[in-house]
């Protein structure tokens, strides 16, 4: 049975880029949910998606963008990227139709810095 | 963003002792879940509760989901080397998403 995979493992950019990050959901799972990790902090909620469309989204500026795709995987887009973008960008898969929505299985996150 | 308030942040015990850590919360949560994060990990579901008052145990983990819904502990038994890592609570609420706490960092000497 396959977790959370996410890619890349690591990535860096430079101020202005942007990015993509792939996700794709434990087996079974409907639903992504993205977070933001800094160092020393806890993972901050950014937005969640379900049956293709954001149904969720976090205190977060609209530099940061989702999809999600019809086999439920899902990328987070940010755009013109700021120094303090730099974080560890977790993927959460969960089951909402099996009504545990909240039940979140975590991916190995992706480390982007920003130089 | 809004965070759990967990404590302690940082925990040094020995091999074989019992650890408690909690989490609480100015609202009201539908559902805890306990996290532990190694360095460079994602989090790894723990325990999760989904009604309150309840109490539930994972092997030597036992968590609670209080009375109140605002809180929740969870215990750690007869502790050894690999319960290393970073600790968070999470509470889910009706509109899906999870608030985390802090985190508590716990160092076990053998």
């Known amino acids: 049975d396959a977790g959370v995979t996410q890619s890349p493992t690591h990535l860096i950019k430079t101020r202005g880029q942007q990015v993509t990050l792939r996700c794709s959901p434990k087996?079974?799972?409907?639903?992504v949910s993205w977070y933001q990790q800094a160092l020393g902090q806890g993972p901050q909620f950014i937005f969640q998606?379900?049956?293709?469309?954001?149904?969720q989204r976090g205190n977060f500026p609209d530099r940061f963008s989702g999809h999600q795709f019809p086999n439920y995987s899902s990328e987070l887009n940010v755009n013109a990227l700021l120094l303090g973008d730099s974080a560890l960008y977790l993927c959460?898969?969960?089951?909402?139709?099996?009504?545990?929505?909240?039940?979140?299985?975590f991916g190995p996150g992706t480390r982007l810095t920003v130089l | 963003g809004q965070q759990l308030n967990q404590s302690p942040q940082s925990m040094f015990i020995q091999e074989g002792e019992d650890v408690s850590m909690n989490c609480t919360s100015s609202?009201?949560?539908?559902?805890w879940l306990w996290y532990k994060q190694d360095p460079g990990e994602g989090p790894v579901l723990l325990i999760a509760?989904?009604?309150?008052?309840e109490l539930t145990s994972n092997g030597r983990l036992t968590a609670q989901f209080g009375i109140t819904r605002k809180d929740s502990f969870l215990n750690i038994s007869a502790s050894i080397p690999s319960d290393v890592g970073i600790y968070f609570c999470?509470?889910?609420?009706?509109?899906?998403?999870?608030?985390f706490g802090k985190g508590t960092l716990l160092t076990v000497n053998p």
């Open positions: 998606y379900y049956e293709e469309e954001e149904r």
């Open positions: 609202s009201i949560f539908n559902t």
């Open positions: 959460a898969s969960s089951f909402i139709a099996g009504g545990i929505a909240d039940t979140q299985y």
């Open positions: 087996s079974g799972h409907d639903t």
């Open positions: 509760l989904y009604k309150a008052g």
């Open positions: 999470a509470g889910g609420g009706s509109n899906y998403k999870l608030t």
